[in-house]
């Protein structure tokens, strides 16, 4: 079955305490991305990669990193995370290099930061 | 300010009734997904519309493209319980890097009862 899938669906963390939330898709698809989702702030883009190695800052970075070293895989890495990074987070992917195809939806991650 | 605006934010409505949710644009459509979510869950691609006056239907769902306006509209025809959730309008944006990725409304909340 073609998917995005994620790992951890629900994380409990203290403030400090490095983390890594996994995206992992099987469909082949060069573009990845990670958004978050706020109430009264809608989704918005934190990072994306156009292909392999490929990454870029999206609307919201801070706070973030992400590697792409191969196609299906595109962690999402918080160094030091805080309260303010308590959020939905969603994983994506894409056929082709640009974001302007139907993007694939992971099942999201709950993350709650003490 | 919101680059995509959705309205109305909620609605309630008695199965079998028509209903519409709106999404504006502040800049140039090149492009606009209708995507659906089931509360805290992935988001789910319902169309997509390229061109002005562009009309497409599944089931129950009607979206059209007022590209003049800029502006989309979603129609749902005789709700019923199952289209309950969150839709979420996105709109296609050419990035500084020159790349392109999607941009989300804040979404409309929509409730359906029996």
């Known amino acids: 079955e073609a998917q995005v899938t994620q790992n951890p669906r629900y994380l409990i963390t203290v403030t400090g305490k490095k983390l890594t939330v996994t995206c992992s898709q099987n469909?082949?698809?060069?573009?990845m991305s990670w958004y978050r989702q706020d109430p009264g702030l809608g989704l918005r883009q934190i990072y994306y990669?156009?292909?392999?190695?490929?990454?870029d800052k999206g609307d919201v970075p801070e706070g973030y990193k992400v590697s792409r070293k191969e196609k299906r895989n595109f962690p999402l890495i918080l160094e030091s995370p805080s309260p303010n990074q308590t959020s939905l987070y969603f994983c994506?992917?894409?056929?082709?290099?640009?974001?302007?195809?139907?993007?694939?939806f992971g099942p999201g991650t709950r993350l709650t930061v003490l | 300010s919101q680059e995509l605006e959705q309205s109305p934010q909620s609605l309630i409505v008695q199965e079998g009734k028509n209903l519409t949710i709106n999404c504006t644009s502040s800049?140039?459509?090149?492009?606009l997904y209708w995507y659906k979510q089931k509360y805290g869950e992935g988001l789910i691609f319902l169309m997509m519309l390229q061109k002005g006056g562009e009309e497409k239907s599944h089931e129950k769902i009607t979206a059209k493209l007022d590209e003049k306006k800029q502006q989309s509209s979603l129609h749902i025809t005789a709700s019923q319980p199952s289209h309950a959730g969150i839709y979420l309008c996105?709109?296609?944006?050419?990035?500084?890097?020159?790349?392109?990725?999607?941009?989300f409304g804040k979404g409309t909340k929509l409730t359906v009862n029996p």
């Open positions: 996105g709109a296609v944006r050419k990035t500084q890097g020159g790349s392109e990725k999607l941009v």
């Open positions: 469909m082949n698809h060069e573009y």
């Open positions: 990669s156009m292909n392999v190695e490929v990454t």
């Open positions: 800049k140039t459509l090149y492009g």
């Open positions: 994506a992917s894409s056929p082709g290099t640009s974001g302007r195809n139907e993007q694939f």
